[in-house]
C-alpha cells in the first residue's frame, strides 16, 4: 500500500480506506459459489504480535479454497474449530453433504469439524505437509546413520550442513552435489537405501492413478520391513 501511495502521490491512509470501502462493497452481497465438491482448508499465519485474550489459534487466518476453480472463497479470522464450524454452518447441512474432499494440513482442529460436518467427504493431507514430514523423517535418518559411520571420511560427507544436498531430487542436484552423493553411497548400503526409499517417494505424487500409487507404497513399505 504505501508503493502504490508513493507511486500515485497519495497519502497511505486514504488509499487503504479507498480499498476497505471497494472491499465492503464487493462482499456485501457475497454469497458461497454452487456445487463445491473438492475443498482445500489451510492456515495462514497473520501476525507475530499477541494480543490480550487471544490463543495462539487466533493469530492465524483460516483460507478456504474451491480447488476445482482454484479460488479463494472464505476467510476466517482463525484456525481454531470453532472458525471451520462457522463456515460449514455457513455453508449448510445440504451443501456440506455434497462436499467429497477436503484437502487439509494435519491441524486436528480442522479434522474435527471436517468430520462433524462433511459426514460423506475424504479428508487427505495436502502434499506440501506430508512432504514436509517425509523430509523431516529422511533428515532423522540421516543423523542416525551419521552416528553409526565407522568411515570418517564418509562421515564428513554426512553431516548436518549437508543435509540440504540428502533431501533434494537427484535431477534437481548440481554436478558437485552429485559427485557428493555418489562418494557418500559409494560401498554404504544404508545411504543407498536412504537414496532409493527418497527418490521413490518423491515419484509417488506424479503416479498417474491410484494403483500405480499403491504399488509404490507397497513396494517401499515391503523394502522398510525386510
Known amino acids: 500500500m504505501s508503493r502504490v501511495a508513493d507511486l500515485m502521490g497519495r497519502g497511505k491512509m ?20 454452487e456445487g463445491l465438491t473438492h475443498l482445500s482448508v489451510d492456515e495462514v499465519y497473520a501476525r507475530s504480535k499477541h494480543e490480550e485474550g487471544e490463543t495462539r489459534n487466533d493469530r492465524f487466518f483460516t483460507v478456504i479454497t474451491d480447488l476445482g476453480t482454484h479460488k479463494v472463497i472464505w476467510v476466517e479470522q482463525s484456525r481454531s474449530r470453532s472458525g471451520l464450524d462457522r463456515f460449514f454452518a455457513l455453508l449448510g447441512p445440504e451443501r456440506c453433504k455434497q462436499i467429497e474432499v477436503v484437502a487439509t494440513d494435519q491441524h486436528e482442529d480442522y479434522s474435527c469439524s471436517i468430520r462433524e460436518h462433511c459426514l460423506y467427504a475424504i479428508q487427505v493431507f495436502d502434499r506440501f505437509h506430508l512432504m514436509k514430514a517425509f523430509e523431516e523423517a529422511i533428515n532423522d535418518t540421516r543423523k542416525i546413520l551419521y552416528k553409526m559411520l565407522p568411515q570418517s571420511a564418509v562421515k564428513k560427507l554426512a553431516k548436518g550442513k549437508y543435509r540440504f544436498v540428502f533431501l533434494k531430487a537427484e535431477r534437481k542436484r548440481t554436478e558437485e552435489e552429485r559427485l557428493h552423493m555418489q562418494q557418500v553411497m559409494k560401498d554404504n548400503e544404508a545411504f543407498f537405501n536412504l537414496e532409493l526409499n527418497k527418490e521413490r517417494i518423491l515419484s509417488f505424487f506424479s503416479e498417474k492413478d491410484a494403483k500405480s500409487v499403491w504399488e509404490v507404497f507397497r513396494e517401499r513399505v515391503g523394502n522398510l520391513s525386510s
Not at 464487493?26 to 459459489?33: E, I, R, S, W
Open 14 to 33: 486514504t488509499l487503504w480506506r479507498v480499498d476497505l470501502e471497494r472491499m465492503e462493497r464487493y462482499f456485501k452481497d457475497y454469497k458461497l459459489p
